[in-house]
């Protein structure tokens, strides 16, 4: 089992910046990928941005480029999201997520992912 731990959420006005960090703990070595996913109200969860592990390339939404910066610390087996010029569409709640990606298998997937964290809330009004 793998246990991720999400904080930094908050309200911040349009035009402004916000960092989230999501710590994994427990057998994350049977993991590669680290994810960043969004669910407005109403809505469905959306794809924010990707990294693995190993250092590969990242991926991000086409909303979000750009404005959004994932980063990794594998030392601390953490997983940022730096979130600059953000937007009222951008508000919601942020899931971080992790599992092991299969060849062919889509980085903007949510059922690819075994392991969620609980969400934090991102509010972004003036």
């Known amino acids: 089992q793998v246990q991720l731990v999400e904080s930094g959420g908050g309200l911040v006005q349009p035009g402004g910046s916000l960092g989230l960090s999501c710590a994994a703990s427990?057998?994350?070595?049977?993991?590669?990928?680290m994810a960043w996913f969004r669910q407005a109200p109403g809505k469905g969860r959306e794809f924010v941005a990707a990294?693995?592990?190993?250092?590969?390339?990242?991926s991000y939404a086409d909303s979000v480029k750009g404005r959004f910066t994932i980063s990794r610390d594998n030392a601390k087996n953490t997983v940022y999201l730096q979130m600059n010029s953000l937007k009222p569409e951008d508000m919601g709640v942020y899931y971080c997520?992790?599992?092991?990606?299969?060849?062919?298998?889509?980085?903007?997937?949510?059922?690819?992912?075994?392991?969620w964290g609980q969400g934090t809330q991102v509010t972004v009004s003036s």
């Open positions: 997520a992790t599992g092991h990606l299969g060849i062919g298998d889509s980085r903007t997937n949510d059922n690819n992912y075994a392991y």
């Open positions: 990294l693995t592990w190993s250092g590969g390339p990242t």
């Open positions: 427990g057998r994350t070595r049977n993991t590669d990928i």
